[in-house]
């Protein structure tokens, strides 16, 4: 199995930043993708930031300027510095990581971190 901890969230004002960290452990050979995820009260999850193994990097339209996504080079922590925070983005911050797994392969989720932005 893959345990993730999540850490980083918290009460911030609009225009403030923070750093979410994501560490990925247990039966880890390679890391297909990882990514930032986030959900909002009523309403779905939703992609905000992702990064392949290449270093392709993907952001959702509301956060591009904003938020950068990054991985460490063992590539199995993966951050989300978020700066010019908006109360919009006030959500429960989701990591996934994306690993081969038999013939294909296999999602895997953090507990989430909740992030506030409020003044």
């Known amino acids: 199995q893959v345990q993730l901890v999540e850490s980083g969230g918290g009460l911030v004002q609009p225009g403030g930043s923070l750093r979410l960290s994501c560490a990925a452990s247990g039966r880890i050979f390679s890391i297909n993708a990882m990514g930032w995820y986030r959900q909002a009260p009523g309403k779905q999850r939703e992609l905000v930031a992702s990064?392949?193994?290449?270093?392709?990097?993907d952001y959702a339209d509301s956060v591009k300027g904003r938020f950068t996504i990054s991985r460490e080079a063992n590539a199995k922590t993966v951050y989300l510095q978020m700066n010019n925070l908006k109360p919009e983005d006030t959500a429960v911050y989701y990591c996934?990581?994306?690993?081969?797994w038999g013939w294909g392969s296999r999602d895997f989720w953090g507990q989430g971190t909740q992030v506030t932005v409020s003044s």
């Open positions: 996934k990581v994306v690993v081969p």
């Open positions: 990064v392949s193994t290449g270093g392709s990097t």
